[in-house]
């Protein structure tokens, strides 16, 4: 099993800048890709960014040039460095990995962090 834990959520100004952070416990040898999306009220939940096990990074367009994700595998650790933060960056941000079990692959999700941007 792959148990995931975020932390850094929090209230910030528009303009302002926060940097979540995602730790794996369990099998973390069996990861792979690791992200992150978001889930604004009212609406489905989407991709973020993600980032594989070597390095290899996707974000969505609309964050580009404003989020880093980046990892460390020493760490188990995911992170993403939020800048330039608007309203419509409201949203709780859930940490995502995919790992492979006796079963197959397969993902877990954590249990979220609100980010919420004032304007």
């Known amino acids: 099993q792959v148990q995931l834990v975020e932390s850094g959520g929090g209230l910030v100004q528009a303009g302002g800048s926060l940097r979540l952070s995602c730790v794996a416990s369990?099998?973390?040898?069996?990861?792979?890709?690791m992200g992150w999306y978001r889930q604004a009220p009212g609406k489905q939940r989407e991709l973020v960014a993600t980032?594989?096990?070597?390095?290899?990074?996707n974000y969505a367009d609309s964050v580009k040039g404003r989020f880093t994700i980046a990892r460390d595998n020493a760490t188990n650790t995911v992170y993403l460095q939020m800048n330039s933060l608007k309203s419509e960056d409201t949203a709780v941000y859930y940490c995502?990995?995919?790992?492979?079990?006796?079963?197959?692959?397969?993902?877990?999700w954590g249990q979220g962090t609100l980010v919420t941007v004032s304007s």
């Open positions: 995502n990995a995919d790992w492979s079990s006796v079963g197959g692959d397969l993902e877990v």
């Open positions: 980032i594989t096990a070597y390095g290899s990074i």
């Open positions: 369990g099998n973390t040898f069996s990861i792979h890709d």
